[in-house]
Nanobody, 127 residues
C-alpha cells in the first residue's frame, strides 16, 4: 500500500497559478503511475492529468488541458501538477492517486482504476 500526501493548495485569484505536490511513499515509487483528480461540491470526481511510470506518457482531461502540466521527480518520489490561468470553476479538492503500472504506459482517466489515494488539497479560485 502506498501513502500519498498532497500539498500546495490554497486561495488564488482568477488568472493566477498554483503548483500542487504529491509525495508518494510506502513501496517502490517508480513502479507506479500517478494521476490527479478533482472534485467540486456536488459534482463527480473529475480526471485532471496522469503520468505513466517508465514511458513518461502524459494524459490530460479536457477541462484543464492547456492550463496544466504534470511531471515527476523520481529522486524526490514526488509528482507535481502545475496549474495556470485558474478560474473559479477550478475550485475543488484536488486528489493525487497512484496505480501499479505493469505496462509502463498507464495513464487512465478512470478514478476506479487507481487504488491508492491521498487525502486531497483544497484549491479555491476567487473572482
Amino acid at each position: 500500500q502506498l501513502q500519498l500526501v498532497e500539498s500546495g493548495g490554497g486561495l488564488v485569484q482568477t488568472g493566477g497559478s498554483l503548483s500542487l505536490s504529491c509525495v508518494v511513499s510506502g513501496r517502490p515509487y517508480s513502479s507506479y503511475a500517478t494521476g490527479w483528480f478533482r472534485q467540486a461540491p456536488w459534482k463527480e470526481r473529475e480526471f485532471v492529468a496522469a503520468i505513466a511510470w517508465s514511458s513518461g506518457d502524459t494524459n490530460y482531461g479536457n477541462s484543464m488541458k492547456g492550463r496544466v502540466t504534470i511531471f515527476r521527480d523520481d529522486a524526490k518520489n514526488t509528482v507535481y501538477l502545475q496549474m495556470t490561468s485558474l478560474n473559479p470553476e477550478d475550485t475543488a479538492v484536488y486528489y493525487c492517486a497512484a496505480n501499479l503500472d505493469t505496462s509502463g504506459r498507464f495513464t487512465s482517466t478512470n478514478s476506479y482504476e487507481y487504488d491508492n489515494w491521498g487525502q486531497g488539497t483544497q484549491v479555491t479560485v476567487r473572482y
